[in-house]
């Protein structure tokens, strides 16, 4: 598997932005696609994008698709999640995954590995 630490995150206006990273440390086998998903307090954890490592494709939640970018930096082994415009819906846990899928899954249960997790709080 691999290793996962995330940075970003924070406090924020309603549509102000942010913007995440997650890097990540082991062998690229374990992150063929890369997920970002979110636990808003007393919710259930829910997808939010997703990018398929080789071709970039990504894929978003409604929710959050034409606000939300999410992009990877292979050199640097990096990946991000640029969210604009946000709300205080937004406001939650957000959790970057690796997978050995390169399908850019939905389901959590398709992510081996997890970063630890990082508070996006957006005020009205």
């Known amino acids: 598997q691999v290793q996962l630490v995330q940075s970003g995150g924070g406090l924020v206006q309603a549509g102000g932005s942010l913007r995440l990273s997650c890097k990540i440390s082991?062998?690229?086998?374990?992150?063929?696609?890369m997920g970002w998903f979110r636990r808003g307090l007393g919710k259930e954890r829910e997808f939010v994008a997703a990018i398929i490592w080789e071709d970039g494709n990504d894929y978003y939640t409604d929710s959050v698709r034409g606000r939300f970018a999410t992009s990877r930096n292979n050199a640097a082994n990096i990946v991000f999640l640029q969210m604009n415009n946000l709300t205080p819906e937004d406001t939650a846990l957000y959790y970057c995954?690796?997978?050995?899928?390169?399908?850019?899954?939905?389901?959590?249960?398709?992510?081996?590995?997890w970063g630890q997790g990082s508070q996006v709080t957006v005020s009205s």
């Open positions: 082991g062998p690229a086998y374990w992150r063929k696609s």
């Open positions: 995954a690796a997978s050995v899928l390169s399908s850019g899954s939905y389901a959590a249960n398709d992510y081996d590995s």
